[in-house]
């Protein structure tokens, strides 16, 4: 932002302990909501948290509210991206190893991440890009709760809550033979789907969020969007999600001069009103979730029928994720034939 004068929207004083619960990511939403009252209900209880969703909905934000609302809060929350890292280095970042243990490894050696996690949380994103080989020794390690570096000898005991995420369709992956099933069933014990954004009802209080964080250390006095502004994004689709709205509005309130405090219309970049009509169109947001199973609520919101095409990305893995991955079911659940879905599955994921 601008001048260290600023003022920036009120937000209620979340004291110096900031960090993520599942509380403050509550913005009144029904289906997170719905996510979040799940999640919190096997945090804590050893049971393996699987969290599906499009890039940048905030499944690692979620995964540290789990772990900052349960008893493991004091200790470690340690992440690996799977997908960003090469696949030669994975297994030393993973299990780590032993001083000399290879050409290039450090004298001293390498603590891995399942062991920094020791005592917390071990966030592992995007876990279906996990290659095979890596799979295996990381279900022994579940499995046995023990780890053991690279050129060691020695087992290390681990004591650590499991968080896993992709945006992948694992169940079908497993079917391609590129995710081990047994490992799939270990780091499933519960699988969430976080909404994209254009599903979600809570926009405004998201924005009221991002906003408090972003004027965090500053002078705060009242920031905010003008109605025009959030009609903008309430319409628009946002591909890129939460991410893509914070790095909006952290560039509108730069553009913000000193005496302004309303984000206009003219503080966003063009995308924003390229909104598509088809936003009607697109498959309509599910009910909240203590209606009806938000599947079904779907299909009689008058998914029934539709064509392929028709149906997003978000969608049909939102509905896979609560029929637990379950072609068949999801298929009835869509009202398309499951050869259908198989076919879209295959081409688009
Ligand atoms: N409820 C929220 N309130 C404030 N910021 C949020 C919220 N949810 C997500 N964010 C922010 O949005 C960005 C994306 O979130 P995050 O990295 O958790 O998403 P992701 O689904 O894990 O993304 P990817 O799949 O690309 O790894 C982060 O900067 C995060 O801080």
């Not at 033979?177 to 599903?199: A, C, K, Q």
């Not at 004027?215 to 009242?222: E, L, N, Q, V």
């Amino acid at each position: 932002m601008g001048g260290a004068e600023r003022p920036c929207h009120s937000a209620p004083d979340a004291g110096p302990d900031r960090r993520v619960t599942l509380a403050r990511l509550s913005t009144g939403d029904a289906g997170l909501q719905r996510v979040l009252d799940r999640a919190g209900k096997v945090v804590g209880r050893n049971i393996p948290l699987l969290i599906q969703g499009e890039s940048g909905v905030g499944k690692e934000l979620l995964a540290q509210a789990c772990h900052n609302s349960g008893p493991r809060a004091g200790g470690p929350f340690v992440a690996l991206n799977c997908a960003a890292i090469p696949e030669t280095l994975i297994e030393s970042e993973l299990f780590g190893y032993v001083g000399g243990a290879f050409t290039g490894a450090r004298r001293e050696g390498a603590v891995g991440r399942i062991q920094q996690a020791h005592g917390g949380t071990l966030f592992l994103d995007e876990i279906g890009d996990m290659p095979l080989s890596m799979q295996a020794r990381l279900l022994r390690v579940l499995q046995e709760r023990r780890v053991v570096p690279i050129g060691a000898r020695e087992a290390v005991p681990v004591d650590i809550a499991l968080v896993s995420a992709t945006h992948r369709v694992l169940n079908e992956s497993v079917k391609g033979g590129f995710f081990r099933e047994d490992l799939y069933y270990r780091i499933n014990g519960l699988t969430v789907y976080l909404p994209p954004l254009r599903e979600r009802t809570d926009i405004r209080g998201l924005v009221e969020q991002l906003i408090d964080e972003e004027c965090i250390g500053r002078p705060r006095d009242s920031v905010g969007v003008s109605e025009e502004v959030m009609r903008f994004f309430e319409r628009y689709s946002w591909p890129g999600n939460i991410r893509q709205l914070q790095n909006v509005l952290r560039v509108a309130l730069a553009l913000l001069d000193d005496d302004e405090q309303v984000i206009l219309p003219q503080h966003l970049p063009e995308e924003i009103f390229a909104t598509e009509p088809a936003r009607a169109d697109s498959p309509p947001a599910l009910a909240p979730a203590e209606a009806a199973p938000p599947a079904r609520a779907a299909v009689s919101a008058g998914l029934r029928g539709r064509r392929l095409q028709g149906l997003d990305e978000s969608l049909i893995l939102r509905v896979l994720a609560e029929h637990g991955g379950n072609v068949s079911a999801a298929a009835r659940a869509l009202g398309i034939a499951r050869n259908t879905l198989y076919r879209k599955l295959g081409r688009d994921f």
